[in-house]
């Protein structure tokens, strides 16, 4: 009965101690790569899948579209609109920016939030709801991909925004559909997230500019909209945002399935995380914590395991053999007791 009752108590502790985990950490159970400004950019093969190394390999596109036929077919008409040239990709991505905004609300902010809503809802609803910058980029995402681009979904330090593979330019090509802005060098030269974290660190100029024209849907004017100087885009705060912490994105299979306990399940395929470590990286590695939790629990999952067997003996039989053989000893020592014979 008490072999038992050890077994049920540790199990709930180690239970209890994966639930705690995943719910403190979203990716306690994801596989962190770590990547250069040059392996973040690396270029996909056609079916939008990076090799890191021999072990790692993370594919982005979404493993199925959200998305209705009606939607679908929408965007698709859109696509079909855009002229063929070599600059195609780029055309269609700042199309596709401009139908996205359309369908979302970022002005409103007592509108009910959007953040619960899937993708076909916020094509259908996003207008009734508050939508922030995640909304706009998961949208943005899967209609690129729906489009037939490869694209994935940036977080950065507070702000969300999205990549596009240009296959014309053969490079990612960093959008942020929810401030409408892009970023180039002075030559045009179109800049990915890797490039663009690369030149602010080191204080070099960016051209930033929009992806669309601004006024030219029913959106506010997003890209001069942020501020203290009206008309202007805020730089300073879009450089902070990309300075002050760890860029990262997901693989689509992990994208397209957030939920902690399907993870939990799935953790031998799911969980993927490209990130970007640079040398002004300063923020810790924030991303590394879940891991080093993640180790923690399979140690002791070990030490049940090696414990149950017979190889070692209970972490704590130790202690409580010392602490019982102290209250004897006191008891022994104590005037005015009689010795146990």
């Keep these: 009965m008490s072999a038992v009752r050890h077994v049920l108590m540790n199990s709930a502790i180690f239970a209890a101690t994966v639930a705690v985990s995943i719910y403190l950490h979203p990716y306690s159970l994801h596989h962190v790569v770590h990547t250069s400004y040059e392996e973040f950019d690396q270029v996909p093969n056609d079916d939008g899948v990076n090799s890191y190394g021999m072990a790692e390999h993370v594919n982005f596109r979404l493993p199925r579209s959200g998305l209705s036929p009606r939607s679908v077919s929408e965007i698709r008409k859109l696509v079909s609109s855009v002229e063929s040239s070599s600059h195609r990709d780029s055309l269609i991505a700042a199309k596709l920016t401009e139908f996205v905004r359309d369908q979302l609300n970022q002005e409103d902010a007592s509108l009910p939030s959007a953040a619960s809503l899937n993708t076909e809802q916020l094509m259908v609803h996003g207008s009734s709801h508050y939508s922030l910058c995640s909304d706009y980029s998961r949208l943005l995402n899967e209609v690129l991909q729906v489009a037939g681009l490869t694209s994935r979904v940036l977080w950065m330090e507070g702000h969300v925004a999205v990549e596009y593979f240009d296959t014309f330019e053969s490079k990612w090509v960093f959008l942020d559909p929810h401030l409408n802005c892009r970023a180039r060098l002075t030559d045009g030269t179109s800049l990915s997230m890797a490039q663009l974290v690369h030149a602010v660190e080191r204080e070099q100029h960016v051209d930033w500019m ?20 009206p008309g202007q885009f805020d730089e300073i705060w879009y450089r902070n945002i990309l300075l002050n912490g760890e860029c990262y994105t997901l693989s689509g299979a ?11 399940v799935s953790f031998h395929s ?6 970007l470590k640079t040398p002004f990286d300063t ?5 590394d914590a879940p891991l080093r939790v993640r180790s923690v629990i399979l140690l002791y999952l070990v030490l049940m395991i090696c414990f149950y067997a017979g190889r070692i003996p209970h972490p704590f039989s130790a202690f ?3 602490f019982i053989n102290r209250r004897l000893a006191g008891t022994a020592r104590t005037p005015g007791r009689a010795s146990v014979p």
């Design 320 to 322: 409580r053999s010392a």
């Design 283 to 287: 923020s810790g590695s924030q991303l």
């Design 254 to 264: 992990t994208l397209a399935s957030q939920g902690r306990w399907h993870q939990l």
């Design 270 to 275: 799911l969980p993927q995380v490209v990130l």
């Design 210 to 229: 929009p992806i669309v024209p601004e006024g030219s849907s029913g959106q506010p004017d997003s890209f001069a909209g942020r501020g203290s100087n």
